[in-house]
């Protein structure tokens, strides 16, 4: 970046004309892209910047480069190479700052003590003139610096857990399996054609009055979310966990500080993957996850120590675009725009967190093993890491009629990096300090999901082939609303 000269003669440019052309600049360039320009009077947030740790960036450039690339995240090439650079900048210009700021504070001081000799007083007059002119240019300098800095820093990935494997999607390690041995591959237990000759689901509908992906459940089927919903829920209270409903609408910077990605990077053009409402500033979208507003929750908070973790499960509806999604996984429920999920969320120390992730994880598996599901657990592997997570564990369930094993739910560990964002802190009792704490979230219960497997897994058939009911797990009959056709379930 080249450095900005002052003229010492008659022309001289005044630094902060300089610095007031450069920031019109900058607002008109805003101007003319397809968003308008913030409202002054509707700030983004109401939080402050996000803390991000630019020298742990800067003396591991060579980790978070790779790291980078094991994740595949869409970042410029060479962009977290300049983060030692721009630091290094940064604390040169701040420091000369300092000092040229530190001289204007006495300078005033010689002019008074000079008042009676005229040259001393021009002279002083002249140093407090081009003191003034060195700081505007230097401040104009370290805004842009600071400005390059933050945006590199902000789109480097978090760290990854040291057993995390590297690689795709079919690189992920199996860590264990639960449940009943896996029925095989049928195609006449397809969800699909179940739901729809057993009247659970209406997908004709559903894409009539809203368009592709989406459906109404029916009869059994909707009684079936509401028995998955309380069940799963019961089991997360037992645990601790505080139940909260959520707002499904969310600001697009806490979204984006919660580490969720709006554009679909499969596409060649920009395409967004959260449903955006358009009009309104500051700009909001629909929350793809209860995740988003539980993290939001606690966003400027200080936590005391002795009170972690926290931990709250969120009962609200998913919107996800899914603009890139390709293939048979679009059909029918198991990807779809609109869905209710419960979200198991906790607030931990760094010190607790990974322990945090395995109580995570041990709901999870009280959850599913209650509904008699044959499934899974896989650590997965760098590039299905999402850019907050430290390590992830998913949880894939046996579906016969689709003849794969589907993803059902998913735990991370975020450590701090949607706390630095959110500037989520803790008191340790005794210290001054104020470490950026860390944050968890995994599925309790993605509905559709839930519902494709117990279908696939629980249809019953006559002698004919036809479907004629389904048979659903012992767990949920407490929480079955009494209604409906009798003969349809049965209860095992």
């Known amino acids: 970046m080249s450095t900005l000269s002052i003229c010492r003669g ?4 005044q630094p902060k004309l300089i610095h007031a052309a450069r920031k019109s600049q900058r607002i008109t360039s805003r101007c003319l892209t397809s968003k308008p320009p913030p409202d002054p009077h509707h700030p983004v947030t109401s939080l402050p910047k996000p803390r991000l740790n630019y020298r742990d960036m800067a003396v591991n450039v060579v980790y978070k480069s790779h790291n980078a690339f094991n994740r595949k995240a869409p970042l410029p090439i060479g962009s977290i190479q300049a983060i030692p650079r721009l630091y290094a900048e940064q604390k040169a210009i701040s420091k000369r700052l ?8 006495t300078i005033g001081e010689r002019i008074r003590l000079a008042a009676k000799d005229p040259t001393e007083k021009h002279l002083a007059l002249e140093e407090a003139k081009s003191l003034k002119e060195e700081v505007a240019t230097l401040e104009l300098k370290l805004e842009e610096v600071e400005e390059e800095l933050f945006r590199v820093a902000l789109g480097v990935p978090n760290d990854t857990h040291p057993e995390v494997p590297i690689g795709p999607e079919s690189a992920a390690t199996v860590l264990s399996h639960y449940g009943p041995e896996p029925l095989p591959a049928f195609p006449h237990r397809d969800h699909v054609a179940v739901a729809t000759a057993l009247e659970l689901v209406d997908f004709e509908a559903g894409a009539a009055v809203s368009g592709t992906s989406w459906y109404y459940l029916m009869n059994e089927g909707a009684l079936l979310e509401m028995a998955l919903t309380n069940y799963a829920m019961s089991i997360a209270i037992k645990h601790g966990f505080m139940p909260v409903t959520t707002p499904d ?8 500080r919660c580490g969720f990605q709006p554009r679909d990077e499969q596409l060649d053009s920009p395409v967004s993957q959260m449903y955006h409402i358009n009009h309104y500033l500051p700009e909001l979208v629909l929350a793809g ?13 200080i936590l005391s120590e002795d009170k972690l973790p926290v931990k709250v499960v969120g009962l609200g509806r998913a919107f996800r675009a899914e603009a890139g999604a390709r293939g048979t996984d679009t059909r029918g429920l198991y990807r779809v725009h609109q869905f209710t999920k419960l979200e198991l969320f906790a607030v931990s120390s760094e ?3 990974e322990a945090v992730m395995e109580d995570l994880k041990t709901i999870q598996l009280e959850i599913f093993n209650g509904l008699g599901l044959p499934f899974r657990v896989l650590d997965m592997p760098t590039e299905e890491l999402g850019a907050s997570a430290y390590r992830k564990y998913d949880i894939e369930a046996w579906m016969p009629g689709r003849g794969s094993w589907g993803e059902i739910s998913s735990t991370s560990n975020c450590t701090d990096y949607q706390s630095r964002r959110l500037h989520i802190r803790y008191r340790c009792k005794g210290e001054t300090g104020l470490p950026f704490a860390h944050t968890l979230n995994g599925t309790a219960a993605a ?32 929480f079955w609303v009494q209604g409906g056709r009798r003969d349809l379930i049965r209860w095992v």
């Open 98 to 105: 300092d000092e040229k700021r530190r001289c204007r504070s």
């Open 10 to 13: 008659p022309t001289r440019v």
């Open 351 to 353: 010190a607790h967190s």
């Open 289 to 301: 996850t209860a995740e988003i507003p539980l993290a939001g929750m606690f966003a400027n908070q």
């Open 447 to 478: 509905i559709p999901r839930l519902i494709v497997a117990l279908i696939e897994n629980g249809v019953r058939f006559d002698g004919a082939g036809n479907a004629i009911g389904l048979d659903l797990p012992r767990v949920l009959q407490p």
């Open 249 to 256: 609408v969310v600001r697009a910077d806490i979204a984006s």
